[in-house]
């Protein structure tokens, strides 16, 4: 997506006139790279590949969510981002048990630390807005 249909979104919800849009954007984009990754990551049918593939629909939900905010309210959007975070830490947590031995569950952990930062800057931007 790019700035200007970001900038278009800010009234699509109540209360983010004042949301840095680029915030948004790069939420969206750790989003993206962690579905990535935590599809990658669960092919190696691993103990970790259950909370992968968990985390890469959170991920896309979280995402498509952030793209479309009409209907959605602050509250419902923070309660998401809660649950993004929630889902990368247990993804995060499952490959750092394998984090050793497999660069893939590395990359997958990263990505989730990642995301997880994006929706927390996101989330913390939402509170003080």
Do not use: F, Y
């Not at 893939?104 to 630390?113: E, G, I, N, T, Y």
């Amino acid at each position: 997506m790019d700035a200007t249909m970001m900038g278009s979104m800010k009234d699509a919800m109540p209360g983010m006139a004042t949301m840095d849009m680029s915030l948004m954007q790069a939420c969206m984009d750790a989003c993206s790279a962690c579905e990535q990754a935590c599809t990658v990551c669960s092919t190696q049918m691993m103990s970790c590949a259950p909370a992968c593939m968990n985390c890469a629909d959170m991920c896309n939900t979280m995402m498509r969510a952030m793209m479309r905010m009409q209907g959605m309210t602050p509250a419902a959007m923070m309660a998401m981002l809660d649950a993004c975070i929630a889902m990368c830490q247990v993804c995060m947590d499952a490959c750092m048990e394998h984090a050793e031995h497999s660069e893939v569950c590395r990359m997958c952990a990263a990505a989730c630390k990642a995301c997880m930062d994006a929706c927390m800057t996101v989330r913390s931007a939402m509170a003080t807005a």
